[in-house]
């Protein structure tokens, strides 16, 4: 393969990890311009529906002249309105196509490095590396250091540093006992929510997948959530207002959340220090702590952003591609997990990265290798029979036992099997 083409796949494989970086601000703008349309159809059919009824007013003398004029200002303050909100809109458009272009141009810069030994690739990977630092900060609720590291970079156009402070602040708000932010946020992304509710649920369908739950209806569990607050005080009034904010805001959901609502309905026999289930699980405080994971979900789903941080998914990818079954293998642990990552061992088998990579997947080949002389052992690992000896001989095995250096696991020589390869 020529090098070019090694510059492109790894190109390729770099536009996959951060597809967040293109995708959010496009998810931005559809939401920008969908509060646009909002804005404008709301006031424009108040103002249509003013303007008939003034004009009709006007034509049979129902209103005198100061009062049509009153209405038509009425109007103009509501236009003047709509054209600052629209003002306000455009502007935050605007910074998003300026990031946009700039999260481009930094990806663009990738192409136009001619080879992977290039300085210019160093410095990019800087700049990328940089990238993941901050959003694995702003996903653990750092966002002043981050936002320190942004700007000591300048890079705070190739991150999303107050989309992670919102997502942020209405989690915290959740862990302290507080819905409003939620239910506000909620509200914001009314259309949205119930858009992706309606995707998930006939994607289930379509693949006839029974055995998965729904996905949680995010404002639902807030209102079930403040209808146990109510009910928690145990106070009469407190009691009816509980009941009246389910009949307006849980009933609604009896179609989808039937099981819930009657769990619900229970509470209002039992006291907050019941050990019964599941009025028990209701009552718990922990709930605001799924409120907030579930929010965070939520969030997450709804900009295309990934669950897991960058750098996670990065080091996973890495860790991955340098893999191979000698790097936890007994044989060589004795003298490869001995040293550091400074020395020019497999970094994989220094002690460092050992253990970190013992769960992570081999990564995919499309090529199989296939030493001489196959046999398999009785734990279904294969080896070249050579090999196998010379490795179980350099441990000191007797002849009439063989050694898996990998799992360290002995076996008599007469277990181990001729593999055929068809």
Request: charged share 25%; hydrophobic share 35%.
């Amino acid at each position: 393969m020529s090098e070019s083409t090694t510059t492109k796949l790894n190109a390729e494989s770099h536009l996959l990890l951060d597809q967040p970086l293109l995708r959010l601000p496009h998810e931005l703008l559809r939401k920008n311009f969908k509060a646009s349309q909002r804005h404008v159809e709301r006031e424009r059919e108040a103002v249509l529906a003013s303007l008939r009824t003034t004009a009709n007013s006007a034509l049979t003398d129902e209103a005198t002249p100061p009062q049509t004029l009153a209405s038509l200002d009425n109007m103009i303050t509501r236009m003047q309105g709509l054209k600052r909100k629209l003002e306000s809109l455009h502007g935050e458009e605007k910074c998003i196509h300026e990031q946009s272009r700039k999260r481009i141009q930094h990806l663009q810069d990738l192409y136009e490095i001619p080879s992977l030994v290039d300085v210019k690739y160093d410095e990019w990977s800087r700049v990328r590396l940089n990238r993941l630092l901050v959003d694995y900060l702003l996903r653990n609720g750092y966002s002043a250091s981050a936002r320190e590291l942004a700007k000591g970079r300048g890079i705070e156009d190739l991150v999303d540093i107050e989309v992670f402070a919102q997502c942020n602040r209405i989690q915290d708000s959740l862990r302290k006992g507080s819905t409003q932010e939620c239910l506000a946020w909620c509200q914001e992304n009314k259309q949205s929510l119930r858009k992706n509710n309606v995707k998930s649920h006939v994607e289930l369908v379509a693949t006839k997948i029974t055995n998965i739950p729904a996905k949680s209806n995010l404002e639902f569990e807030l209102r079930l959530q403040q209808y146990i607050e109510l009910v928690r005080t145990r106070q009469p009034q407190k009691l009816y207002e509980a009941t009246q904010h389910a009949k307006k805001f849980l009933a609604p959901h009896k179609d989808t959340q039937f099981g819930e609502i009657s769990k619900a309905a229970g509470l209002l026999a039992y006291p907050s220090n019941t050990s019964a289930e599941p009025y028990r699980t209701l009552y718990s405080h922990a709930r605001w702590e799924h409120l907030a994971r579930t929010f965070v979900q939520t969030h997450h789903n709804l900009l295309s952003l990934p669950s897991r941080p960058l750098l996670h998914i990065a080091l996973s990818a890495g860790l991955s591609a340098l893999k191979t079954p000698s790097c936890h293998s007994s044989y060589a642990s004795s003298s490869s997990n001995a040293n550091s990552s400074t020395t020019s061992v497999c970094p994989i088998c220094s002690t460092e990265l050992n253990e970190l990579a013992r769960n992570v997947p081999y990564a995919h080949h499309t090529k199989s290798y296939v030493e001489n002389d196959p046999v398999l052992l009785p734990n279904g690992r294969i080896y070249g029979r050579e090999r196998l000896l010379q490795m179980s001989a350099k441990v000191g095995m007797p002849d009439s036992k063989v050694k898996d250096p990998t799992t360290g696991e002995e076996f008599d020589r007469s277990e181990v099997k001729k593999v055929f390869i068809s």
